[in-house]
């Protein structure tokens, strides 16, 4: 006679809930770690290796808190401290902060036609969709919130209003510099004042 097969007994992560092999491919592996080297360290022998390591990095970070270093110079603290100042993304790409600048573009279509398109205003903290109510309105033209090359939001409004559209800005939303305004003429970045 055969014998019956037995179920399997799954280990189930008692933080994400998947089963243990699985926890690495889960949403939050750094807060499974804990719970797996407890539990099954037979499954990630790895994690108890690293967890050796950050308790000997852990003791030097507290020798060299204390005074005790083999160097001596004591310039560790601010290496680490420009490290977290740097974003990066993933693949090793370090993330640059934009800078807080409004762009005029004015684009000729059918020969007499023209389009204002007006970039960077969501980097002083305004909605664009009111943003572009109110050129519409001051302008009386349309003006609609649309995604540009680059994926980013921009205004499109209808016409040339490019001679009106610095002083408006300044006027409605104080927060955006005349400084921080630039216009895109003939492919090159002009500062507006």
Not at 63 to 92: F, H, M, N, Y
Not at 113 to 127: A, N, Q, S, W, Y
């Amino acid at each position: 006679m055969a014998e019956k097969p037995q179920p399997v007994r799954v280990l189930y992560c008692g933080v994400c809930g998947l089963p243990a092999e699985y926890c690495e491919f889960g949403p939050d592996f750094d807060k499974c770690k804990p719970w797996l080297r407890q539990n099954a360290p037979h499954l990630y022998p790895d994690l108890l290796n690293d967890a050796k390591e950050k308790d000997v990095d852990k003791a030097a970070e507290q020798l060299q808190a204390v005074g005790i270093s083999g160097a001596g110079d004591g310039g560790g603290s601010t290496s680490g401290s420009k490290q977290e100042e740097v974003k990066r993304l993933p693949g090793g790409k370090i993330k640059k902060k934009e800078k807080q600048e409004v762009v005029i573009e004015k684009i000729v279509r059918n020969k007499r036609k023209c389009v204002t398109v007006v970039k960077g205003l969501e980097l002083f903290g305004i909605k664009l969709s009111d943003a572009s109510k109110k050129l519409g309105k001051k302008f009386a033209t349309g003006a609609s919130v649309v995604k540009g090359p680059t994926d980013k939001e921009q205004i499109d409004v209808q016409g040339d209003i490019a001679y009106d559209i610095v002083e408006f800005l300044t006027e409605t939303w104080p927060d955006v510099p005349e400084s921080a305004i630039f216009f895109i003429e003939d492919g090159r970045k002009v500062a507006a004042a």
